[in-house]
C-alpha cells in the first residue's frame, strides 16, 4: 500500500483529505497530545479490523473510541455520573473512560466486552481530524504490536509506512505517554492503565482512587480489565534493565561489567556525568520530562544498535506511575 505523508503546521483545512480516508473505511495514523494513533472509523468493523491487521495486535485487545465534542460520548456509551464527573474536569485531555457501551459500537471494536473506552483528546490536529471525519475514530497507539508507543512522526513512518493510506505529521507529541484509564463501571475509580492524567488529579476530584496493580504476565493471579496490559509491550530490540533504589551504583556496576562481556550498553538516566558511557540519552529532571522522551528514547537506542539499556526511574508521584508502568513493561519485570 502507497501511504501518502500530509504535513500539518497552523493551517489545519488540509486535514479534510484525511477525514475523507477514515469516512470511506481507510487508514489514518494522526497525532494527540499523548502519542501517535493509527484511525479508522470507530463505528465500521471492517474498518477497524484493518487496525489489527495493520498493527499484528491480537484482537481481543479492545480500542479506544475518540470523539471531538461531548454530546458524541453520549452516542456510544452510557455516560455514569463518574465518567461525566472525568469528563466535566479534564476533556478535552488524556483520559479515557470506560463505561457500558451501546449496541453502535462494534464487537471489533469492544472485543466483545460490554463495556467502551472513550477518549477526547485536546490534541487540535486529533480534534479537527474527528470533526471532519464525522465519527467517532477508533485508535490504538500507532506502533506495531509490542513496539514502543510513537511520539515522533519518524517514528510512526518506521513502524507504519506501506501499511495506513496516510500518516500525518504534526511534530512531537507533548506527554509522551498515552492516556490514563479509567474504568467508571464501579463504586470506585479505577486506574486501569496509570497515563496523562495523574491519579493525585483524580484523588482530588473523587478522594479515594483504586490503581490496578500491574503484575509480571503469567503470574497465577494475573487476570487484568484493561486486556492490553497483559501483552509483551514497549519493547525496543534492546533489553531493558531497570534499577530501583541506589541506581547510581548498581548501574555503574552493571556497566562496568558489560563492558568486561563487550555487551553495547545504553544508559538512559537524570544526570549523564554519573556514568562514563558513549550511549547515554539524559530524560531529564523530572518524570514528566521523562514521559515526553521515554519512547523515543528508547526507539534511539535501537539506532545507536545498543544491546542492553540500563534504566533509572523516577519515583511513582505525578506522571511517574505511569512512566514506571511503562518500563516495567518494557523491561518485562527485571527490577535490580
Ligand atoms: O493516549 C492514548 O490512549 C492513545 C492515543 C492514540 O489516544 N491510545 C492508546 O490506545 O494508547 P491503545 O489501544 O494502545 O491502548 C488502549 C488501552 C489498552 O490497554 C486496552 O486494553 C484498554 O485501553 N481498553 C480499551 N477498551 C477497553 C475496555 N472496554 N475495557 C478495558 N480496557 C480497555
Ligand atoms: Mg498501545
Not at 151 to 168: A, E, K, P, Q, S
Not at 216 to 240: I, Q, W
Request: with cysteine; hydrophobic share 40%; proline share 6%.
Amino acid at each position: 500500500m502507497k501511504t501518502e505523508l500530509l504535513k500539518i503546521t497552523d493551517d489545519l483545512s488540509p486535514l479534510k483529505v484525511a477525514g475523507e480516508i477514515i469516512k470511506n473505511g481507510g487508514l489514518v495514523a494522526f497525532p494527540t497530545e499523548t502519542v501517535y494513533g493509527i484511525g479508522a472509523d470507530g463505528l465500521n468493523a471492517t474498518a477497524v479490523r484493518k487496525i489489527f491487521e495493520a498493527k499484528g495486535r491480537p484482537s481481543d485487545n479492545p480500542l479506544i473510541l475518540h470523539i471531538a465534542k461531548y454530546a458524541d460520548a453520549e452516542k456510544i456509551g452510557y455516560m455514569n455520573p463518574m465518567a461525566k464527573k472525568i469528563a466535566e474536569h479534564f476533556w478535552s485531555g488524556p483520559v479515557t473512560v470506560i463505561v457500558k457501551k451501546k449496541s453502535i459500537v462494534p464487537d471489533a471494536v469492544s472485543a466483545g466486552l460490554d463495556t467502551v473506552a472513550i477518549r477526547m483528546p485536546s490534541s487540535q490536529i486529533a480534534s479537527r481530524l474527528i470533526e471532519y471525519a464525522g465519527t467517532p475514530i477508533a485508535a490504538p497507539s500507532a506502533n506495531l504490536s509490542g513496539k514502543p508507543s510513537p511520539t515522533r512522526f519518524i517514528d510512526v513512518c518506521d513502524d507504519l509506512n506501506g501499511r495506513v493510506d496516510m500518516i500525518i505529521d504534526g511534530g512531537s507529541c507533548n506527554i509522551g505517554i498515552e492516556s490514563t484509564v479509567v474504568d467508571t463501571t464501579g463504586e470506585l475509580p479505577v486506574i486501569l492503565r496509570p497515563g496523562g492524567i495523574t491519579r493525585e488529579q483524580l484523588e482530588e476530584i473523587f478522594g479515594e482512587v483504586e490503581v490496578e496493580k500491574h503484575k509480571k504476565e503469567g503470574s497465577s493471579d494475573y487476570k487484568p480489565k484493561s486486556p492490553g496490559m497483559k501483552y509483551l509491550h514497549y519493547t525496543p530490540k534492546a533489553k531493558v534493565t531497570v534499577f530501583d533504589g541506589d541506581a547510581v551504583a548498581k548501574i555503574s556496576a552493571q556497566l562496568e561489567e558489560n563492558v568486561k562481556k563487550g555487551i553495547k550498553t545504553g544508559v538512559f538516566c537524570k544526570d549523564t556525568s554519573s556514568y562514563p558511557c558513549e550511549n547515554i540519552i539524559t530524560w531529564g529532571s523530572s518524570a514528566s520530562d521523562m514521559a515526553n522522551i521515554m519512547f523515543a528514547a528508547f526507539r534511539d537506542f535501537d539506532r545507536m544498535g545498543v544491546d542492553e539499556i540500563l534504566c533509572e526511574l523516577p519515583g511513582e508521584d505525578g506522571l511517574g506511575l505511569g512512566v514506571r508502568n511503562r518500563i516495567f513493561k518494557s523491561a518485562g519485570f527485571d527490577i535490580r
